[in-house]
């Protein structure tokens, strides 16, 4: 994936000569919260922080159970955190609890269940993904007639997320898991206490600061990073910096073919009336986010924008950046299977696709 990044944002530059702008067409903020996201959640694995919602959690008994706990968290919370966050928090506890339990042949499609979630309940609030929250600043439209106009995709995907999940238990819909709780519940150490409270206290105020869309973001980032430094150094090399960089690649290949003059006539007459079909396409080759930059001044029809962006994800891994960070969390844990990975994520999340793609388009046009 990184490959890729670089590869297409070296040809974008070739495209189009660096300059000044590009540099102001960076989504700094994205990359600059995702650093503070993965740091401190790295700290939290370090401080078993999560131990007391893995207790609960392992207390539930069956399969079914689990998958609709994890899969669900992920569908509500990423409509207030953003569905990469709602990611980064859930997909780690999943492996922990399904490995515990000897249950990883379900680790797969769980996780995809999990992708499909983060993409489809972030989908209803203005600030749920990073596209959402650009379309919703640029478009002027209010808070109220947004989540009106996403809340039909909504409600569908939270039935049909329970009809996957019905499907992968038909043989055993009561199937068991036992979790030794001492193997994933690790006791809080009390001379490690100020370390839980420090990255319980960044974390809060990460998630203000991505909730309140405050322009002070670049002094929160240095002052994360302050304390992470004074307080736990060695936590700041544990960082996936192999993730930020490829999403910045993607950012710089994003903004590079947006300036070009004649990528940008070509596209002033072909995606109006035509945003549907070309932000799912489009997608597939930048990401969601990129897509929605270079899409929004040729735009005609916002609710068309949105419902294939919001789409774009179930179509491959490139299409939402969340999904990226998944497969980057699963390739952490599993080195040298990120194949397999995609090759599940692909078969479940195309399915889930296949159904909504059509219902969404008639929705545009006829309703």
Partial sequence: MLTVAVLAAIIALFITPPSKELLVDIDW?????????LTVLEGFKKENIFSPLLAKTSALGSMKGLTCFFVYSVFLSSMFVTNDVSLIIFVPLTIILFRAGNKEKYILPVLTFENIAAIRGSLLTPFGSPQNLFLFSQSGIDAGSF???MLPLWL?????LFVFILILFHKDQKEKIEINQ??????????RRLKRILYLSLFVIIIATIVSRTRFWPYVTLFVALMLLIFDGKILLQTDYVLLLTFLCFFVFSSSICRN???????????GGNEYWWSILLSQAISNVPASIVLWPFT????????GLDSAGLCSI??????????RIYSREYPGKAMKFMGTFEWIS???????VGLQYLLIFYF
């Fill in 29 to 37: 903020k994205t990359l600059a919260t995702l650093f503070m996201l």
């Fill in 147 to 149: 989540m009106l106009m």
């Fill in 156 to 160: 569908f995907s939270a039935v049909l």
């Fill in 182 to 191: 001492e193997e994933v519940c690790k006791p809080w150490e009390k001379d």
């Fill in 261 to 271: 003059p004649a990528i940008s006539e070509f596209l002033k007459n072909s995606v």
């Fill in 300 to 307: 005609t029809n916002l609710r068309a924008l949105l419902y």
């Fill in 318 to 327: 490139i299409g939402s950046l969340a999904s990226v960070i998944n497969l």
């Fill in 350 to 356: 195309l399915a889930f696709f296949a159904v909504v």
